[in-house]
């Protein structure tokens, strides 16, 4: 049996239009989702396996649909967020259209919150629920025996047009067990990122599940249980990665540092083996301090990205993100003195948010002196706790994230919070935003003085134009 796992072009994504200077660049985030199920195939079955990551490529679907006909594959795996529906369905039928029995398996987060919605589109022939290693393993191994794939956990099918849901699988607690992402199935020389002072870079998960509370985030298919990798673990598929050329890390954990012990035992170890390498990592402003932060400098870590959000005390607590201003000063201040890069993010147009509150914002984010900063206009996502007040409250007037699941056309753009604000007047204001972070002469001496090589420039040249040519 061939398996083909593919990762959809990006070219209909819904959130195109919220404009940002380190948006990921293509080809820069590694599919770890596919790659995971991929390795674990490799390992445990003796399928031909191969990954398509078409954005890396820079595929277009002429391309892709040639691709398709050469590999003739039998199964094809198709990642599925709801922001990149539309190219998802464009290339389910590119593929229905060519060669019509080849099973179509869909997962990814967009599947687990709308399951129903999402196995009646045209083309779909099964649905992976949650964690997929071990359940597209048994799916690809029983696909054609209905009698079977009822007892697998973790599917959605159909069977004389009835849907048919078996359940979730229970959450994978010993994440040690699970094979390394198959990276050695993609152009790993392609990945890189603005921020990254190497080439090529990598993303890794080093947990799963994050036990926080913030309003505005789900992530239902990983569970909000905190499970974690053992430092060794960690540290041996850093090596792996090496070995193929990759000595750059972006560890895309919700919260690296939820457990601390865990954190000093991989920079220990990252450091006995000698392992010339540099990594940055997500943290909360209140799960940090200067011992761990020394420690990670120790080790090579280069950036932290904390999730700030708000420079508004009432706003963070509607976001329930669990933080004040006082700890974000003195975290952030910390951070640089250990020697640190600090990438924030931040958002605007939150809920009961004046423009009072988003000008504090702007202002706290020039405050604080990050290296960089990520601004969104906010958006309410499905299955949050955020989106479910803004129906109770009659703030969202309608399910629209449920209409777009059950009619995914293209031309659809996800709704900001209009409590206070239209959407362009919040364009204008991001806009105005990002200019009077970005364009500020000792904010551009200064990354101009840090600039390691002609790449890096060339980079930070592009995000730099990108930023005056900015319209709201």
């Not at 002429?62 to 922001?83: H, N, W, Y």
């Not at 191994?141 to 209905?146: A, S, T, V, Y």
């Not at 392992?275 to 120790?298: C, P, T």
């Amino acid at each position: 049996m061939k398996i083909l796992l593919i990762n959809p072009p990006s070219e209909n994504e819904l959130l195109g239009n919220n404009p940002s200077i380190i948006e990921e660049e293509r080809g820069y985030n590694p599919p770890l989702g596919i790659l995971y199920v991929a390795g674990y195939l490799e390992k445990y079955t003796n399928f031909h396996v191969e990954v398509l990551d078409t954005q890396a490529e820079e595929l277009g679907y002429e391309r892709l649909k040639e691709m398709i006909q050469a590999k003739l594959p039998d199964v094809v795996g198709i990642t599925a967020m709801t922001f990149t529906l539309i190219d998802v369905i464009k290339v389910i039928n590119l593929i229905k259209s060519m060669l019509p029995k080849i099973k179509i398996v869909l997962g990814g987060p967009h599947v687990h919150i709308y399951p129903e919605e999402t196995i009646n589109i045209p083309g779909v022939d099964f649905l992976v629920l949650g964690e997929g290693e071990v359940t597209f393993k048994e799916l690809v191994e029983n696909i054609d025996n209905l009698s079977r794939l009822r007892n697998i956990p973790g599917l959605v099918f159909k069977e004389d047009g009835r849907v048919i849901n078996t359940g979730s699988r229970p959450l994978n607690e010993n994440l040690d067990s699970l094979p390394f992402p198959a990276r050695h199935m993609t152009p790993v020389h392609k990945y890189s990122s603005l921020m990254a002072r190497r080439s090529p870079i990598t993303t890794m998960f080093t947990s799963r599940g994050c036990p926080y509370r913030c309003t505005f985030c789900d992530r239902p298919h990983l569970g909000k249980s905190f499970r974690a990798r053992s430092a060794m673990n960690v540290v041996d598929e850093m090596e792996e990665c090496v070995k193929l050329g990759i000595n750059e890390f972006l560890i895309y954990d919700d919260t690296f540092t939820i457990d601390r012990q865990r954190v000093i035992d991989v920079c220990n170890e990252i450091k006995k083996r000698k392992l010339h390498i540099g990594f940055d990592i997500r943290a909360r402003v209140n799960n940090i301090d200067s011992d761990l932060l020394e420690k990670l400098k120790e080790a090579n870590c280069e950036r932290i990205h904390y999730g700030v959000e708000s420079g508004n005390p009432e706003i963070l607590k509607i976001l329930n993100k669990g933080i004040t201003i006082d700890r974000v000063r003195t975290t952030f201040k910390q951070t640089k003195e250990a020697g640190i890069s600090v990438l924030a993010y931040f958002m605007i147009g939150c809920p009961k948010e004046t423009r009072k509150e988003i000008m504090e914002t702007i202002a706290f984010a020039k405050d604080l002196k990050p290296d960089f900063v990520h601004i969104t206009i906010f958006t309410p996502f499905p299955a949050t706790e955020i989106y479910k007040m803004g129906l109770r409250d009659g703030i969202i007037k309608e399910d629209f994230w449920r209409a777009f699941a059950r009619n995914p056309v293209p031309g659809f753009q996800p709704r900001c919070w209009e409590e206070n604000f239209t959407r362009e007047e919040l364009q204008e204001l991001i806009v105005y935003a990002y200019k009077s972070f970005y364009t500020r002469p000792r904010y551009i001496l200064k990354r101009l003085i840090h600039v390691r090589s002609i790449g890096e420039f060339k980079r930070m040249a592009r995000a730099g134009l990108k930023v005056f040519g900015m319209q709201p």
